[in-house]
């Protein structure tokens, strides 16, 4: 088995968390998608090669290998819904578009649920909680920053067309007041892009379990709509894109790295 995730040690109070990039699926598992599920319509595409830049300002970078259609990493491992309405769980069934991920009669059972978490899920969960509490036993605090991607209108979990980008913090209870603010801002500075904070997506699991600003471990969620840095119908990366909006992503780090509890 290929490992679960690749990870590089930062230098700095910043870990980069990027859950949902993964492309791998195991033969056994692969056997049993839809034509459609085989080719992963619901990766966050190139998220990690839009961060990579991170490694040089001195973050933390944690990518999962394996795809989200083996098991969410950014789902409870108890499958608790984090959303209302419709929505995918932690071993999901369905695509983003509503149609089967598995083939008539091959839906994973209960016994094939509690198989993949001490497989896939535990060990990169983990690698998040070690890391966290070296960057805290270091600087004195953690900031967390989980991120993802999106296709920029997918009707069966939002209505219209997403904002290109999407900060979540819980509803400000994931990280400091001031962190918040300071990050958003650097977000908004660009008025080429739309965005919003804890607007539908409000920070997954990841977010919500790890973000203790009481405890001095602070996460943010950010989630782009894919049309600001490639082709969502080809899913083909546009270099020109991700360049502009790279600009704005690398602002909004460097704010996540200059910041630290009053």
Known sequence: MKPVFSFQHGSTPLLVSVPHAG?????????????AALQLPDTDWFVERLYHWVLDQGAGLLVANYSRYVIDLNRPPDDAALYSGHGTGLVPEKLFDGNPLYKVGS?????ELKRRLPLFWQPYHQKLVEELQLIKEQF?????LDAHSIRSEVPMLFEGTLSDLNLGSNAGTSADPGLISASFKALSKNTRYSTVLDGRFRGGYITRNYGQPHNNIHALQL????SVYMYEETALYDQALAAEVSVVLREFTSTLLHWSPS
Do not use: S
């Open 107 to 111: 839906k994973p059972d209960v016994a």
């Open 23 to 35: 492309t791998l699926v195991p033969a056994d598992i692969r056997k049993n998608f839809t034509d």
């Open 223 to 226: 989630e782009m709509a894919q």
């Open 140 to 144: 004195g605090y953690a900031i967390l």
